[in-house]
T-cell receptor, first 114, second 111 residues
């Protein structure tokens, strides 16, 4: 009963480094999302995908890239890490059709950029 | 611009108290409103509301939606220390396929 799985759970990066946060879901959900959550704040949408091969920007896409080659996987790429990208990142998925289901979250990835 | 506003931002109560958390929204193409509880890690789902006036209940928690006045409330009765968390409200919008989150209400329940 895996649900949404994110890796890594923790990572420390130096300024200018790049990395990819992995996200996979096994619920056959069509929609997937990446959010970031800064301390004491709500969730800000970075990117989302409505299906394999289709992605779109959210509220705060600068400094990030995504791809969706399969239904299951939705990796988030950070290019040239900056201290402003220090945050907790959540991947989420949902099924959307005539009825919409709830949003399921991964456990989160805590990223620190020094 | 779509927005979701939660109030209060934070709340401290004693065990046994009843609390009411508020969520108001201004969005185009409203589809549903969701409540989540967030402790140390990922948000966990509480309720999804799509119709006005129908109360959802789960134990000591209940929630209701008013689509005319564009708000929802989350009630917690007989609070316990385990209710201490951030409560997030999100609105699902059909036009943009996005869930818009409020900043959350931080609830602390003292023993």
């Amino acid at each position: 009963n895996a649900g949404v799985t994110q890796t890594p759970k923790f990572r420390i990066l130096k300024i200018g480094q790049s990395m990819t946060l992995q996200c996979t879901q096994d619920m056959n959900h069509n929609y997937m999302y990446w959010y970031r959550q800064d301390p004491g704040m709500g969730l800000k949408l970075i990117y989302y995908s409505v299906g394999a091969g289709i992605t779109d920007k959210g509220e705060v896409p600068n400094g990030y890239n995504v791809s969706r080659s399969t239904t299951e996987d939705f990796p988030l790429r950070l290019e040239l890490a900056a201290p402003s990208q220090t945050s907790v990142y959540f991947c989420a998925s949902s099924y959307r059709g005539r009825r919409t289901g709830e949003l399921f979250f991964g456990e989160g990835s805590r990223l620190t950029v020094l | 611009e779509d927005k979701v506003v939660q109030s209060p931002l934070s709340l401290v109560v004693h065990e046994g108290d009843t609390v009411t958390l508020n969520c108001s929204y201004e969005v185009t193409n409203f589809r549903s409103l969701l409540w989540y509880k967030q402790e140390k890690k990922a948000p966990t789902f509480l309720f999804m509301l799509t119709s006005s006036g129908i109360e959802k209940k789960s134990g000591r928690l209940s929630s209701i939606l008013d689509k005319k006045e564009l708000f929802s409330i989350l009630n917690i009765t007989a609070t316990q220390t385990g209710d201490s968390a951030v409560y997030l409200c999100a609105v699902d919008t059909s036009g943009t396929y996005k869930y818009i989150f409020g900043t959350g209400t931080r609830l602390k329940v003292l023993a």
